[in-house]
């Protein structure tokens, strides 16, 4: 089975996603990173801690570098809406034909056989297996589930659907066709947040032909809900398959609070520039005064995140202002009901 993992300029979290998977993840299994633009000095400080993987970098990596040397100059924000979607999307087209894609900033805390999970979803024609979701039971357990072993079960949402055109209208709500339903009683602020069962961006094992299929037309942009929308569009042509969503009854893979990418998708308006944060650890880690597993399989504890960051001169970077920036980055899935605090 193939891991991909996207990665842009975090190797204190890619080592600590990379050490997971080679403690966690049994079976057989090859790992490429996609990276985007982390500086080369701490790619090969990877490559060396872990030379079996493969590193690919993208048609943005120059631009990219050459941006976060100009952030670090002048606080020029970097544009992290660019994103390299046909290197991803060649990548999954040689890709096994089922394949764990993820972030740097996940990694595994507890133990997976991908032979056995492979074997699995070709037998039942899983299009997605779920392997994290943030704590949120609630949000499965709105849904019809069956056993399909002792440690995964599959999930029947049996969503509403339409033909594209008037899917479309009611998904974007072109000529008021959601509002006009909603008026009428017949659907409520809650019924499209339910389609997201169908999507897993970063914490699943894909049947490569759903993957695909979810990435038709994005065209290097950010658009979760274009994604979506093709997603929906695979599930109703499929959707008799019962078993088409699948998750495993125990959470399988965690994600970080305590830093993002860039500042593109959570500027919150505090004085912290995220990217500045990530080079003074990537630098930690470099020089490695950075332990990549401190409370692990947990995120990094804050204690262990503000020590980094006493006596820097850096106003970008104030203790204060990243506990702002972090808390309000939890906040956003709190109220969702995910449980970012353990």
Known sequence: MDIIIKSFNRPFYLDRCLYSIQKFVEGDYTITVLDDGTPEKYLTKIKTKYPSIKIVRSENYDEKTEAIQENLKTGADINGFKIPTQMWINTVKDASPYFIITEDDVWFIRKINVNELNEIMGKEDISLLRLGWLGNENFVNQFKQVDITSEMFAIYPDLFTLPPFLMECFFYNKYN?????????????????????????????????????????????????????????????????????????KETLKTTFSSSAT????????????????????????????????????????????????????????PEEWKKWTNKFKDQYRNQGCSVDE
């Open 177 to 249: 066709f959601f509002s006009l339903l909603y008026k009428l009683g017949l659907v409520t602020n809650n019924t499209k947040t339910k389609y997201w069962i169908l999507n897993s961006i970063l914490m699943g094992i894909h049947k490569k032909e759903f993957w695909l299929a979810t990435w038709q037309n994005i065209n290097g942009k950010v658009d979760e809900k274009k994604q979506l929308f093709n997603a929906i569009m695979y599930y109703r042509k499929y959707k008799h398959n019962k078993t088409m969503i699948a998750q495993l009854k």
């Open 263 to 318: 500042n593109s998708y959570h500027s919150y308006g505090f004085n912290f520039d995220v990217n500045q944060f990530n080079h003074v650890v990537n630098e930690k880690w470099y020089n490695d005064q950075f332990d990549p597993l401190e409370n692990f399989p947990k995120d990094f504890s804050e204690s262990y995140i503000l020590s980094l960051l006493e006596n820097k001169n850096n106003e970008k970077i104030k």
